[in-house]
C-alpha cells in the first residue's frame, strides 16, 4: 500500500516516523507532500521517503492519502488535489473540526477516515479516536488503524460527534496534565526544591502513579483510598481539594472543550454539519 502524507509540519512528521520505526511499510511505499519548495527540501533531507512539492507527482500513485494541514488550510487543500485523485483511494483526515461529509463533497470521494490523535504520538504514546464513512471496508479500515495504532492506542467510535468528545478528553487533555503538572511543580518549588528537583518529583509521580493505574484494575477512587491513610498529609490534601471543588472545575474544563470542538466544527472553513 502507497502511502501518501500532506502537510510534512509536526503531525504529518510524527505519523511518517512511526510507520517507518514500526516497519509497518517502508520509504518505497512512502510519500509527503509539501506545498513550500523550502519545506519539501527540509523534509527531504530527514531521508523519509519520497518528498513532492506539487500535487500531480505523488496523488495518483497513493492508495492512502493523509491529510495532516491545519483546518484553515484545507479549502486550498481540496482545491490543488481534486483533480489527481480517484474514488479508489482511502483518505485519512486528522484535520481538527473538518467533517467527513465536507471532504466527500469537496473532492467527491466516499472512503473516508477521520480521526483525533494527540500530541504524545510524538513518542508513541498518543490516543487517537477515530471514525470512517459507510464505504471504507473492513479491511482498509483495519489496515488504517495498525497505522495509527503504530503512533499510540486507539479506539473506533460509532458517531463523528464522539470525536469532538475526544478532542475535548484525549485531544486537549495532555495540556490539562500539564497545568496540573505546573501547579505541583510550583508549590515544590515554594517547599525548597530547586527547579529540576521539583520538575523530577513531579514528573515522576505522574509516570508512576499512570503507570501503576494503568497496570492494575481498580479505580483512580480505590488509588486513592490505598494512599489516603485517615488523618494523614494525602487525606488533608484530598479534602482541601473536595472543598475547592477541583473535580468540578476539571469537568467544567473539558466541558468548555467539548463545546468549543463542535463551535469549531460549525465554522471550520467549508464545513457543513452533519
Ligand atoms: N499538533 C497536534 O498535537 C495535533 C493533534 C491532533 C490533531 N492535529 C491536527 O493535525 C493537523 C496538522 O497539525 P500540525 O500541528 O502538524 O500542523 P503544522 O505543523 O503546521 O503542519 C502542517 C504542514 O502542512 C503544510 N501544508 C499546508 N497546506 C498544504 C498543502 N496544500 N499541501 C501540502 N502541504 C501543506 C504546512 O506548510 P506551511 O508551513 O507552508 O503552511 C505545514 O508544513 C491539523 O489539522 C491539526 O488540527 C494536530
Redesign the pocket.
Known sequence: MKILI???????MTYAQSFLRSHITDKANMMI????PE?ASIVANTGIGTVCNHPGDCLSHADLIIF????Q?SV??FT?IRSFINSEQVFLS???GVKIKTICESLNVTKVIRA????PAQVGLGMTAFTSSDEVSRLELVMVQNLINTTGKSIYVEKESSIDAATAIS?SGPAYVYHFMNAMIQAAKGMGFNDSEAELLVSQTFKGAVDLYSKNNFSCQEWISKVASKGGTTEAAISSFVANEVEKDIISGAEAAHTRAIELGKVAVGSKTK
Not at 68 to 71: E, F, G, L, T, Y
Not at 116 to 119: E, T, V
Open positions: 500532506i502537510g510534512g509540519g509536526n503531525m504529518g507532500l509539501e506545498r513550500s519545506k495532516a494541514v491545519k483546518p488550510d486550498e487543500l490543488s486528522i484535520m481538527a483525533m490523535p494527540n500530541l485531544g
